[in-house]
Nanobody
Framework: QVRLVASEGGLVQAGGSLRLSCKAS????????MGWYRQTPGEHREMVET???????NYADSVKGRFTISRDSAKNTVYLQMHSLKPEDTAVYYC????????????????WGKGTLVTVSS
């Protein structure tokens, strides 16, 4: 089992910045993908930015140029640096990882953090 614990989100004014972090813990052998998703009420969870190992990250067009994902593999931690925040970025943000234990790395098991609320005021 892998546990993901994210930092607290918060309230930010439009145009501001915020950094989220998420640490994976457990009997971790290999995590292939770490990333961030977000969800607003009544909507599907959408991908914000993900990264497979050290490959170039995948990101949603809506955050291009504003959000940056980074990983510290030694700490099993993923970060999401958000700049130029907009009210439409308001959502619950979830961190995700694929892989983890030896068995997880074979099966592609996916884990989710609990979610943290980011609110951007206009």
């Amino acid at each position: 089992q892998v546990r993901l614990v994210a930092s607290e989100g918060g309230l930010v004014q439009a145009g501001g910045s915020l950094r989220l972090s998420c640490k994976a813990s457990g009997d971790i052998v290999n995590i292939d993908v770490m990333g961030w998703y977000r969800q607003t009420p009544g909507e599907h969870r959408e991908m914000v930015e993900t990264q497979f190992r050290r490959d170039n990250p995948n990101y949603a067009d809506s955050v291009k140029g504003r959000f940056t994902i980074s990983r510290d593999s030694a700490k099993n931690t993923v970060y999401l640096q958000m700049h130029s925040l907009k009210p439409e970025d308001t959502a619950v943000y979830y961190c995700q990882c694929i892989g983890g234990t030896y068995r997880d790395s074979l099966t592609g098991a996916t884990y989710w953090g609990k979610g943290t609320l980011v609110t951007v005021s206009s």
